[in-house]
T-cell receptor, first 114, second 114 residues
Framework: DSGVTQTPKHLITATGQRVTLRCSPR?????VYWYQQSLDQGLQFLIQ???????AKGNILERFSAQQFPDLHSELNLSSLELGDSALYFC?????????????FGPGTRLLVL | AQTVTQSQPEMSVQEAETVTLSCTYD???????LFWYKQPPSRQMILVIR??????QNATENRFSVNFQKAAKSFSLKISDSQLGDTAMYFC???????????FGSGTKLNVKP
């Protein structure tokens, strides 16, 4: 158990809908990262927040957005969902934002878009 | 752009034997970090080992060790005394020194046979 929690574990929804994935980092960790793992794209970095501020952006679609709240939990919002958005979404956390911070991954949220 | 290549989609090894997983990367950076992550059937992502590019000494963690060849941009993972619990997908990952963007390889599925 990494100490990172993600809810829900599973999510089934329809195309065009909007969902919110939640992540609680390990106690004391200020940095949160979001990843998408799909069959055809592999593991892709989406976005990183540090202490409430966006720090780095990866291959995140405009239909997706994220934020980190004062209590340091983070939410990833996915809107206008498409079939191709079906994937495993991981959240990871680390203590700081600097170089070489070990990232601890949560168990992931499985999203299925029908 | 950074790329990470894992050329072995799938490998098998007998229990107690040694196996080496390959990873190559492409970067113009001098300051970076390399990681191996393990993803068992539970789909959790677990950090196995990491290597700082500025360190010449290869990292080791118990039965796991790396062969880091900076000039060749190669970062292979050696698993000694393979155990059934090592059965998993293994991802090689690259992180630039100044940013926390991660780049992952496509993964190698390792099957440890009894």
């Amino acid at each position: 158990d990494s100490g990172v929690t993600q809810t829900p574990k599973h999510l089934i929804t329809a195309t065009g809908q909007r969902v919110t994935l939640r992540c609680s980092p390990r106690s004391g960790d200020l940095s949160v990262y979001w990843y998408q793992q799909s069959l055809d794209q592999g593991l892709q970095f989406l976005i990183q927040y540090y202490n409430g501020e966006e720090r780095a952006k990866g291959n995140i679609l405009e239909r997706f957005s994220a934020q980190q709240f004062p209590d340091l939990h983070s939410e990833l919002n996915l809107s206008s969902l498409e079939l191709g958005d079906s994937a495993l979404y991981f959240c990871a956390s680390s203590v700081a934002e600097g170089v070489l911070e070990t990232q601890y991954f949560g168990p992931g949220t499985r999203l299925l878009v029908l | 752009a950074q790329t990470v290549t894992q050329s072995q989609p799938e490998m098998s090894v007998q229990e107690a034997e040694t196996v080496t997983l390959s990873c190559t990367y492409d970067t113009s950076e001098n300051n970076y970090y390399l990681f191996w992550y393990k993803q068992p059937p539970s789909r959790q992502m677990i950090l196995v080992i990491r290597q700082e590019a500025y360190k010449q000494q290869n990292a080791t963690e118990n039965r796991f060790s790396v062969n880091f060849q900076k000039a060749a941009k190669s970062f292979s993972l050696k698993i000694s005394d393979s155990q059934l619990g090592d059965t998993a997908m293994y991802f090689c990952a690259f992180m630039r020194g100044n940013f926390n963007k991660f780049y992952f390889g496509s993964g190698t599925k390792l099957n440890v046979k009894p």
